[in-house]
Nanobody, 116 residues
């Protein structure tokens, strides 16, 4: 069993920045994609960004040019740098990963609130 531990959420003003981190509870060589999803009140959970084991990243259109996903393979850690934040970015952000054995894991969620 693997636990994903998130950190870095909080309250920020519009135009500000935050960096989310997500670390696996143990080192696993079988991880494939690592990504971030978010869920705003009254909305479904949606993909924000994902990065492959070869560091190929893709983003939702709504965050392109503002958010950057990266990973440290040796530490099984994934990051989400969020710049130029907007009130519409307010949501609970969840870390997600898969293994080559088709296992899927989720973090507990980190609240991000963008408000003046």
């Amino acid at each position: 069993q693997v636990q994903l531990v998130e950190s870095g959420g909080g309250l920020v003003q519009p135009g500000g920045s935050l960096r989310l981190s997500c670390a696996a509870s143990r080192i696993i060589s079988s991880l494939t994609d690592m990504g971030w999803y978010r869920q705003a009140p009254g909305k479904e959970r949606a993909l924000v960004a994902v990065i492959s084991s070869r560091n190929i990243a893709s983003y939702a259109d709504s965050v392109k040019g503002r958010f950057t996903i990266s990973r440290d393979g040796a530490k099984n850690t994934v990051y989400l740098q969020m710049n130029s934040l907007k009130p519409d970015d307010t949501a609970v952000y969840y870390c997600n990963t898969h293994t080559i054995y088709a296992e899927e894991y989720w973090g507990q969620g980190a609240q991000v609130t963008v408000s003046s």
